[in-house]
């Protein structure tokens, strides 16, 4: 389009020129005409005194300046013809050099305004244009083939809390950011799978089809991971919140929006997931919207006792006694039954609700420890704290008070957290955890082995126990790998002088291998699953549990 614009305009000029060079040779012309008639008059009058059609006839005759004269108009004319040509001859090979010159810079020019309408400006990513063609071709190559379609993923990776680093700390630190999680991205992906920023703080990542089901869960745990170390922007550490969305083509969908829009409807339920990833199922559609009406019910519930704590025994492997109790919050909703602690506690960090809800678990767990050891049950009890928790600076204060109002010592009690809730922000979680050590209390790392492991940071911890997270334990008499994992982290803790609890034991036969690892506590189904305080005080009487020997 520019380009005929551009060459019409050159037409224009050149037929300009043309009809200039022309005027001058007419004017030229007309000069040498009456140059002619002007010098033969002369030349008649100077011959015969006067101006006659002989006498000038005689002159035109006889004179040959006046025939050399006569031959001006013709040169003229030919000039012109000359001019006329050469002119359009220089313009053709200019309008073919220019012309060429200026469809490369269109070409250039077009093929950078089709990147800058495809990438985003700030990572350089496709945008969700591009992602989406991508995807089309990535299916329509698929199923062209005879062969039945091969599987592909799609991911939607949000950064949850992208608004309040915006709000904190400013568009630049936050496009800073944004550019290293782009960078991140690229380095847990294969060089064949393509990575977009289709909204502004969502990715994508397009799986290719030689990729098994398998792997698109195995990097959601990656981009979790290498998104939980924090992020530094101008000497700051910012820890970031993702969550994945998994869908897979064909079991979910068919067409790229449909892909795209359920790949959304499991990012939701993955916002509420521990792990921070989900896979989408059918029965989610159903799920999002009800979930919605939850958060003020949980509210009520939190206020109003709504909420109930479930009691899980951790047995000693050696001596076969219980030695402790994991405390493992419980929401029997009145219309949908048991809502699982993995599903509205996330709901709750999202909706500042932690605060009380921690509150509510200590005050319910050190009340009950404290009826244990009246008892003469010593009981240690474990209680999970948050990444939430371990950044809020009142919380030594809010802890020791439920203490001395409970009337229960420190050392009884022993809490959770995980190496992603410190390593979010450690210098933050440090200071939490140092007073709360300080004050007696103790520590335990939970789901040991799942996150982002960091020596440095788990020698700097005052810890007391490592919980091996119950995927590696449920599977160590199948799993050659993740008996290497189990074995590796009994002596790990061993050697920090930690002691080591195993979660998960479903059998005898996984408490027999764990016995000849030299696992110090077990907890799991196999000795009881977490159930109230009142089926709990009923199991320790009956003593079931000593079926563990
Ligand atoms: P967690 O701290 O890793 O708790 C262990 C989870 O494993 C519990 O799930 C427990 O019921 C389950 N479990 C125990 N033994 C077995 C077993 O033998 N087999 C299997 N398959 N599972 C077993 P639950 O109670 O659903 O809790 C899920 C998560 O919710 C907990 O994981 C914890 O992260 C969180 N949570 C629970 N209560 C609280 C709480 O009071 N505060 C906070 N902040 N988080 C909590
Ligand atoms: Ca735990
Ligand atoms: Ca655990």
């Known amino acids: 389009m520019v380009l005929a614009i551009v060459q019409s305009l050159f037409a224009d000029n050149v037929r300009l020129l043309k009809s200039e060079a022309s005027k001058t040779a007419y004017q030229g012309m007309g000069i040498a005409v009456a140059t002619v008639i002007i010098a033969t008059s002369l030349v008649c009058f100077v011959d015969t005194g006067t101006l006659s059609i002989e006498g000038l006839w005689r002159a035109q005759k006889h004179n040959i300046a006046l025939w050399i004269l006569n031959c001006m108009p013709f040169v003229f004319g030919v000039w012109g013809q000359y001019s006329n040509s050469m002119i359009a001859h220089h313009a053709g090979a200019m309008i073919i050099d220019q012309t060429h010159e200026l469809r490369t810079k269109t070409d250039d020019l077009e093929k950078q305004t089709a990147y800058v309408s495809t990438h985003d400006r700030l990572t350089d990513l496709p945008t969700r244009a591009l992602f989406y063609d991508r995807v089309e071709r990535a299916i329509n190559a698929t199923i062209s083939t005879d062969k039945p379609p091969r599987s592909l993923s799609i991911l939607l990776i949000e950064i949850e809390n992208y608004k309040d680093i915006y709000e904190a700390l400013g568009r630049n630190s936050s496009d800073l950011i944004l550019k290293q999680i782009s960078t991140r991205l690229q380095g847990v992906s294969l060089e064949r799978d393509d990575i977009a920023k289709i909204d502004s703080s969502v990715f994508s990542v397009l799986l290719s089809a030689q990729s098994d089901v398998g792997r698109a869960e195995e990097f959601a745990k990656q981009i979790q991971k290498t998104m939980g170390v924090p992020f530094k922007v101008d000497g700051l550490q910012v820890a970031i919140h993702s969550d994945v969305g998994i869908v897979h083509f064909p079991e979910h969908g068919k067409d790229v929006d449909t892909l795209v829009q359920r790949a959304g409807v499991a990012l939701r339920i993955a916002q509420k997931a521990i792990k921070g990833y989900a896979t989408y199922e059918p029965s989610f559609d159903k799920q999002t919207p009800l979930r919605l009406t939850l958060i003020s019910e949980l509210k009520h519930a939190i206020e ?38 993995d599903e509205f506690v996330p709901m709750a960090e999202r909706n500042r609700m932690i605060r009380a809800l921690t509150q509510w678990v200590l005050r319910r767990a050190f009340r009950d420890c404290a009826n244990w050891h009246k008892q003469g049950l010593p009981f240690k009890v474990s209680v999970n704290l948050l990444a939430k928790d371990l950044h809020d600076p009142e919380l030594p204060d809010l802890i020791s008070g439920v203490a001395v109002s409970a009337g229960i010592k420190p050392d009884w009690i022993i809490l959770e957290i995980t190496e992603g809730s410190v390593m979010s922000d450690p210098d933050r979680a440090l200071e939490v955890i140092k007073r709360l050590f300080e004050m007696g209390f103790q520590f335990s790392i939970d789901d040991f082995g799942t996150g982002y492991s960091s020596l440095a940071y788990l020698k700097k911890l005052p810890l007391a126990e490592i919980k091996i997270d119950k995927a590696f334990v ?65 199991w320790v009487s009956d003593a079931h549990w000593k079926i563990a020997g």
Request: include cysteine; charged fraction near 20%.
């Open 304 to 341: 109003r006792d709504g909420l109930e704590l479930f009691y899980q025994p951790q047995v000693s492997i050696r001596t076969a006694e219980i030695c402790g109790v994991e405390a493992l919050l419980r929401w029997n909703h009145p219309v949908h039954g048991f809502i699982s602690p």
């Open 474 to 538: 449920m599977d160590v008499l199948n799993s050659e790998n993740d008996a290497a994992i189990v074995k590796a982290t009994i002596n790990l803790g061993h050697n920090l002088g930690l002691l080591v609890t195993a979660e998960g034991v479903e059998s005898k036969e996984v408490m027999s291998k764990l016995r000849e690892y030299g696992c110090d506590v077990a907890q799991g189904y196999f000795f009881s699953k977490p159930v109230s305080v009142q089926d709990f005080n009923q």
